[in-house]
């Protein structure tokens, strides 16, 4: 089994930026066995370069878990 992990962020710097979106799928070989899909509120403004690059807006992860919410899942 693997997993293929996507994150999409505020921008390019760790130690400055935050996660706004994770997906995981965990796939046996054949078929996708597991998935997760979450908005993450990074708790900063989203760049308005990175909105339009991901489609992710600051009213759209608003209401959304912070990452040290749901890091455990």
Not at 51 to 63: L, N, P
Request: proline content about 5%; cysteine-free.
């Amino acid at each position: 089994m693997y997993a293929i992990v996507d994150i999409e962020t505020t921008g390019s710097y760790a130690a400055a930026n935050g996660i706004t979106e994770i997906s995981i799928h965990v796939f046996d070989g054949q078929k996708v066995v597991e998935k997760f899909e979450t908005l993450v509120n990074p708790g900063q403004p989203i760049p308005f370069f990175i909105q339009k690059m991901t489609g992710i807006t600051d009213a759209m992860v608003a209401e959304a878990p912070y990452f040290q919410d749901i890091a455990e899942k």
